[in-house]
DNA sequence: ATTAGTATTCGACATATTTCGAACTTTAGA
DNA sequence: TCTAAAGTTCGAAATATGTCGAATACTAAT
C-alpha cells in the first residue's frame, strides 16, 4: 500500500504473528507469568527454551521452529542460543508499545466509565 | 488445537484480522480521534461509513466490503446501516480488552521504569 | 417506477500460509 | 571422535487469503 508507513507496517507483521492460534499460545506463555505452574521473577523477562514452548501443542518441531521465526522476524520475540537449548523472550518494550496502540489516552476518559472483561 | 479456549480463539480472530495492512489502516481510522482534519466528539465513538474507510485506498470496493466484513467477523468493529450508507465504528470495550491483553499488571511495575518509544 | 448512490455477494485466480517428514547443524558429553 | 539432544532448513502438499470484476441488493430521490 501507497500509505501504509514502517511503523504500521511492522505492527500489521505483529498482529499477522499473533492471527495463529499456536503462535499466540507462544506468545502468552511468553508473555503471562505468574500462571500456576510457573514460578515468577519480576527482575527478570520469562525465558523458555523453543521445547518448552512446544510442550502440550502437538505440531512437529519443524512447525514449532517456523512459528518461531515468524514471531521473531515480527519483532514480537526475543531469541538466543544458551548451549544445546534456544532461549526464546519479549522484549517489555514490545508489551508496551502494543498496548499503548489500543489505548488511545484521549478516549480513554470515556472507556475508563465502562468495565470490560 | 486442543489447548485453545474460545477467548483465545476470539483474540486470534482479532489479531489475524489486524495483520493485514489495510484493515489495520482501516481500524486505526477507526479508532484514532483528534487526528488532523478529524472532529473528535468524546461523548460519542467515532463513526466513518464504509466509502469513508476506503477513500485513499487504492481497492475495490468488493475487497473494502471484504475487510470490512472480517474486521467485522473477528468482533473489531461494528456495523450498522444509515440509510443510503453503512456506518462503522468501534465499541470501545473492544480496545480495552486487547491493550488489557498486552498489559501485564504484574510485570507492569517493571515495565514503568523503562520508557518505550 | 426509474434512476443513482452505496455497499455486498459471487466466482475466479494468484499468492501466501500451515504443516509435515527428511536431512542437516550445532552443542555437550561419553 | 562418536553419539545424542535440541533446533533449523528444505521441499512438497493442502488449505487459506487477497484481490478483482460482474452481478446483485438496498435506499433515497426524482
Redesign the pocket.
Known amino acids: ?1 501507497s500509505n501504509t508507513n514502517p511503523d504500521d507496517k511492522q505492527l500489521a507483521e505483529m498482529f ?1 504473528a499473533l ?5 499466540l499460545l507462544i506468545f502468552q506463555r511468553l508473555s503471562n507469568c505468574c500462571l500456576p505452574g510457573t514460578r515468577c521473577d519480576l527482575e527478570q523477562t520469562m525465558r523458555f ?4 514452548l ?1 510442550e502440550g501443542m ?13 514471531l521473531h522476524r515480527s519483532g514480537l520475540i526475543e ?1 538466543s ?1 544458551q ?5 526464546c523472550w519479549i522484549d517489555p518494550a514490545v508489551l508496551n508499545r502494543l498496548a499503548g496502540f489500543f489505548y488511545n489516552p484521549i478516549e480513554n476518559r470515556l472507556r475508563g466509565d465502562r468495565d470490560v472483561g
Open positions: 500500500m499477522k492471527g495463529n492460534p499456536h503462535r527454551s523453543v521445547g518448552q512446544g502437538e505440531i512437529a518441531p519443524s512447525t514449532l521452529s517456523h512459528h518461531l521465526k515468524e531469541m542460543r548451549g544445546k537449548r534456544v532461549d
